[in-house]
């Protein structure tokens, strides 16, 4: 592959080289290292058989794609999943009560474990243990520290990155003064079982969360490294994602992929099976350069 045509393909499927103009210079030899990076690729800068090979099989599935209005930019995929509380059993009597906005009024409906409300409050949407289905309001409101201290140690203790993703605020003096508030999804918007967002059903391995800087609600997305693969239900996915959803933590270039209740992707099983970290994804990103990186490295 000449340099022209190698800067033509890799600039088309979302990396930076700067000038298409036939030389490899320091830009197209850091594009090909990032495409490399990316594939799993040996990384040296070079062009060679398996970096050729690697790139036209993506830019085969990524070109009858590009219509207009629609470019290619690298992405960084997460998953995110249902959380069902009785996976978060109740241990030693400890229980944080959680706040559930219905008809306008605050209400404290039950009491759960610290993991649950936790993990409900990362990955989003939850179902409690008599099948209600609770999904993050998007507000908070003031709590007590202690009644809020178990989160906060339990965060600490399972690694999370920011304790804020365990939906709580720490104060200056690092106290909890804060918790999100959910509230319940009701049966009309129970979709397939996993609930609404901005009047998309979630469907598992064809729904995710975006940031709505760059992405819009409603949009469909094309990620090549998802087509063709296995479902648990034996069909082939079509690379095809719905955008409909968001989250605190998911920013710029950035999706957070639907499984539903898949337990193979559930944290506490060890050999979760693979799929695409950093990927491509085809969408109408209008105005954010093949520059850009923001949310492709964890914050």
């Given at each position: ?5 190698l800067?033509?393909t890799?600039a088309?499927l979302g990396?930076?080289v700067?000038?298409l103009?036939?030389?490899?210079g320091d ?9 490399q990076?990316?594939?799993?690729l040996?990384?040296d800068?070079?062009?060679g ?6 790139l036209?099989a993506?830019?085969?599935?990524v070109g009858?794609r ?9 992405l960084r995929m997460?998953n ?8 978060y059993p109740?241990v030693?009597?400890?229980q ?5 906005l219905?008809?306008g009024?605050?209400?404290?409906p ?5 993991a ?6 990362l990955?989003?949407t939850?179902?409690c243990?008599?099948?209600t289905l609770?999904n993050?309001?998007?507000s908070?409101?003031?709590v ?10 339990y965060a600490?203790r399972d690694?999370?990155s920011h304790?804020?993703?365990a939906g ?7 106290q909890?003064?804060a918790?999100v508030?959910?509230?319940n999804?009701?049966?009309s918007?129970?979709g397939?079982?996993?609930g609404?967002e901005?009047?998309y059903?979630k ?10 800087r760059y992405f819009?609600f409603g949009e469909?997305?094309y990620?090549?490294e998802l087509?063709?693969m296995?479902?648990p ?6 690379g095809n ?6 989250g605190?933590a998911?920013q710029g270039l ?11 992707f559930h ?5 979760q099976?693979?799929?695409?970290r ?11 350069p ?5 949310g492709?490295?964890?914050?």
């Open positions: 592959m000449d340099t022209l045509l800067q033509q890799i088309a990396y930076d700067g000038q103009d036939g030389v490899f830009r197209t030899r850091a594009a090909v290292e990032a495409f990076s990316d594939s799993g040996s990384i800068g070079i062009c058989p398996l970096t050729s090979a690697a036209q993506l830019s085969a599935k009858p590009l219509t207009e209005g629609l470019v290619c930019r690298r997460t995110y999943y249902l959380i069902d509380e009785k996976d109740v030693g009597g400890v944080v009560p959680v706040y559930v219905e008809g009024a605050m209400v404290i039950r009491w759960v474990s610290p649950f409300f936790a993990h409900a409050a990955e989003g939850a179902r243990a008599d099948g609770i993050v309001q998007g908070t409101v003031p007590s520290a202690t009644a809020y201290q178990p989160v906060l140690d600490k690694g999370f304790v804020e993703y709580i605020r720490l104060n200056a003096a690092g909890v003064d918790a508030v959910f509230e999804i009701p049966a918007d129970v397939k079982g996993y609404m901005h009047g059903p469907v598992p391995w064809y729904s995710c969360a975006a940031d709505p819009s469909i997305i990620v090549p087509a063709g296995a479902l239900d034996g069909s082939a996915h079509t994602l719905l955008v409909n959803d968001t605190s998911i950035h999706v957070d992929w639907f499984v539903g209740d898949e337990p193979r944290p506490s099983n060890p050999q099976p693979e799929y695409p950093l990927c491509h994804v085809v969408a109408a990103l209008a105005g954010i093949a520059s850009n990186t923001f492709l490295v964890p914050s």
